[in-house]
Antibody, heavy 122, light 107 residues
Framework: EVQLVQSGAEVKKPGESLQISCKVSGYSITSHWIAWVRQMPGKGLEWMGI????????RYSPSFQGQVTISVDKSISTAYLQWSSLKASDTAMYYC???????????????WGKGTTVTVSA | EIVMTQSPATLSVSPGERATLSCRAS??????LAWYQQKPGQAPRLLIYGASTRATGIPARFSGSGSGTEFTLTISSLQSEDFAVYYCQQYDNWPLTFGGGTKVEIK
């Protein structure tokens, strides 16, 4: 069974750094792009960026470029989303998801993690 | 950036009735359009990709149509488990973008 298992909820203060993770199983992580999607409280889905684990090619949506870093450690089948200095406005649910076969111009997000809640508050 | 506009924002439907959700793209996305369902407290689930292909395990009452800039998701006979928020997403052009969602609620 294909699964994306995300790390647990985080509560942080503004200015702190954070890395959340997404461990995949049931398939080779190097065969599919992985996406990160933000959902702020009570709001819709926002596409943050993607990474191709085979070569760590990462692409960012303009709104998130420079704000977060997406990385991967294919040896442990895990993708990461990282902040160097959190803001209160980063409070949200963050989902990782697998892009279906053929790449990000060929398919939707066919398997999702359950999400990681990040709360940033003084 | 391609803007995806979904309408209506909220759709009130009785169980057993048909629901028709719309998604419009600000420029052509060909048929590179996906639909997702999200229930409260859950991650989204892929329903449709390629504008009209059902994802694995998705019931036949869900159907997608359209191309270019106009797309439709139809739920032929709403079941209790179908009341949720539905999102469209284009994957024709970077950055990939989602619509704002349509909430399907019980009438």
């Amino acid at each position: 069974e294909v699964q994306l298992v995300q790390s647990g909820a985080e509560v942080k203060k503004p200015g702190e750094s954070l890395q959340i993770s997404c461990k995949v199983s049931g398939y080779s992580i190097t065969s599919h792009w992985i996406a990160w999607v933000r959902q702020m409280p009570g709001k819709g889905l926002e596409w943050m960026g993607i990474i191709y684990p085979d070569d760590s090619d990462a692409r960012y949506s303009p709104s998130f470029q420079g704000q977060v870093t997406i990385s991967v450690d294919k040896s442990i089948s895990t993708a990461y989303l990282q902040w160097s200095s959190l803001k209160a406005s980063d409070t949200a649910m963050y989902y990782c998801a697998r892009i279906g076969s053929g790449g990000f111009y060929s398919n939707g997000l066919d398997v999702w993690g359950k999400g990681t809640t990040v709360t940033v508050s003084a | 950036e391609i803007v995806m506009t979904q309408s209506p924002a909220t759709l009130s439907v009785s169980p057993g009735e048909r629901a028709t959700l719309s998604c419009r793209a600000s420029q052509s996305v060909s048929r590179r359009l996906a639909w997702y369902q999200q229930k409260p407290g859950q991650a989204p689930r892929l329903l449709i990709y390629g504008a009209s292909t059902r994802a694995t395990g998705i019931p036949a009452r869900f159907s997608g149509s359209g191309s270019g800039t106009e797309f439709t998701l139809t739920i032929s006979s709403l079941q209790s488990e179908d009341f949720a928020v539905y999102y469209c997403q284009q994957y024709d052009n970077w950055p990939l973008t989602f619509g704002g969602g349509t909430k399907v609620e019980i009438k």
